[in-house]
């Protein structure tokens, strides 16, 4: 069976990402993603690649969206971060989740990327814990007026619409909020550590009347059935990530290892360098078939298909560490400069071990999941 997207599709993504990564750099130091970019991906269809054809998405399977994102994010980690924003997090989602009155209204501009979407759960004090959250909603007549502060939301800065998350005395709902709507703030943020080019803001919710018809899912449904949907496709998203940027790094310690030369020999001759290449090539070939066991089980709606992405998610991500540590590492001084992307991918990371839930949120989850599943009954 052919796992790999359509070849139409695989010819525009290579393609992409073939001008896409001499520009990844500049990016990241001008903590932006220019228009173009985002415009290339729409043309392209990769903004609607998991929205069904009826909703003018490319319609991708799980395995294919995981390929797609692959070649995207190891080109640059900050433009694939718009698949799982924009893709994963809110239009996957909506097109699963909410009513089909939502879908017509807002999925054909999402899957052609008229309107950029955005995720707006965290805030400063809820982050991993999202049911602490202080965003609160108040049904008034057939509106919801919003009011709180979310922080930590990729491509907010640019964002047109907000799938936002808002609780009521602990019961918590998600709304779909409008840029334009009315008592709707961003504020920009910079210095982070990696995903620099992603837009990220704060949003400010101040009295925003929301109309009824935005309710995603019904009162009560936003955390549970909505937030943990998003988050599950999410996480699939980020694994994939991980196994992007350390094949980058792979790619980047075995093209400086067969050039360096020292003490008379080029590094990749020497045992001990042989050792981080090797433990990469195993580790990211690992964490490949960990997304593709994901991705099938994803498309079948197998039960076991969440921790399956769990698994995927931390395994891959802590990879993606270690492999761009390592990538470092052999660049020596070299892999310290922003003149090689080493430096770029090991900072890169270490944000896939925070986000869309922490390594240790994984590791309680997939605990969890083992001492259900393997524990002898009796």
């Known amino acids: 069976m052919d796992d790999r997207p359509p070849a139409s599709v695989m010819a525009r993504a290579e393609a992409f990402a073939a001008d896409l990564a001499p520009r990844a750099a500049e990016f990241d130091r001008a903590e932006r993603l220019p228009r173009d970019v985002v415009e290339q991906m729409a043309d392209a269809g990769f903004l609607g690649a998991r929205v069904p054809v009826e909703w003018g998405g490319l319609g991708l399977s799980p395995l294919e969206y995981g390929e797609l994102t692959e070649v995207i994010g190891k080109a640059c980690a900050s433009t694939r971060a718009l698949l799982t924003v924009h893709t994963s997090l809110v239009a996957e989602t909506l097109a699963d989740r909410a009513s089909r009155r939502i879908r017509e209204k807002y999925l054909p501009d999402l899957a052609s990327g008229r309107r950029i979407a955005c995720f707006a759960l965290s805030e400063a004090e809820a982050g991993s814990d999202a049911a602490a959250m202080s965003t609160r909603y108040l049904q008034k007549g057939d509106t919801f007026v919003l009011d709180g502060h979310k922080k930590w939301i990729s491509f907010a800065g640019i964002a047109d619409v907000f799938l936002v998350f808002a609780a009521d005395n602990g019961v918590v709902s998600a709304f779909l909020v409008d840029r334009e709507m009315p008592g709707v703030e961003i504020r920009p943020m910079s210095g982070m550590l990696g995903n620099r080019a992603t837009h990220m803001a704060e949003v400010v919710l101040s009295a925003v009347e929301v109309p009824a018809e935005n309710l995603v899912c019904g009162i009560g449904s936003g955390f549970a059935f909505v937030a943990n949907s998003a988050l599950s496709r999410g996480r699939y998203s980020i694994a994939w990530a991980g196994v992007a940027l350390a094949q980058a790094a792979l790619e980047e310690m075995c093209t400086y290892a067969a050039r360096r030369e020292q003490f008379g020999s080029r590094i990749g001759s020497f045992q001990l360098v042989q050792k981080m290449i090797a433990d990469a090539v195993t580790e990211v070939s690992a964490a490949r078939e960990l997304c593709r066991k994901a991705g099938r089980m994803r498309a079948e709606r197998s039960p076991e298909a969440i ?3 769990n698994i995927a998610k931390y395994f891959s991500s802590t990879v993606a560490c270690r492999v761009t540590s390592d990538a470092v590492q052999v660049l020596g001084g070299n892999g310290c ?42």
């Open 307 to 309: 921790a399956a992405t």
């Open 337 to 378: 400069w922003n003149g090689y992307p080493a430096e770029r991918l090991f900072r890169e990371a270490k944000i896939l071990e925070i986000i869309e839930g922490t390594s240790q949120v994984q590791q309680t989850m997939i605990s969890d999941f083992g001492l259900t599943t393997f524990a002898r009954k009796g």
